[in-house]
């Protein structure tokens, strides 16, 4: 079992700056990717950035060049940081980790609140 805990979110004004934490605890060998996703009310949830374990990232266009998805691995903990935020980027942003351990299991946190004011 992972879990998963999400930080950093909150109220920021168009064109700042926001960075999200996603700490992990447990059973964390063997760890593939971990990923944020987003959803926005009344919107499905949708992939913004994800980091795999050999180090691969892929960025959401709608995000590329504005975040940063990185790992500190002493530290168990993946980041998301977001610049040049913009109202369409308010959202819950949600952390998902997958793993593999005789089969695929997924983890999703609770989820942080990110509300970018126009």
């Known amino acids: 079992q992972v879990q998963v805990v999400e930080s950093g979110g909150g109220l920021v004004q168009s064109g700042g700056s926001m960075r999200l934490s996603c700490a992990q605890s447990?059973?964390?060998?063997?760890?593939?990717?971990t990923a944020w996703y987003r959803q926005a009310p009344a919107q499905e949830r949708e992939l913004v950035a994800r980091?795999?374990?050999?180090?691969?990232?892929i960025y959401a266009d709608s995000v590329k060049g504005r975040f940063t998805i990185s790992r500190d691995s002493t530290k168990n903990t993946v980041y998301l940081q977001m610049n040049s935020l913009k109202p369409e980027d308010t959202a819950v942003y949600y952390c998902?980790?997958?793993?593999?351990?005789?089969?695929?299991?997924?983890?999703w946190g609770q989820g942080t609140q990110v509300t970018v004011s126009s």
């Open positions: 998902n980790v997958v793993q593999w351990r005789s089969g695929l299991y997924t983890y």
């Open positions: 447990g059973s964390i060998s063997s760890i593939n990717s």
């Open positions: 980091i795999k374990h050999g180090g691969d990232i």
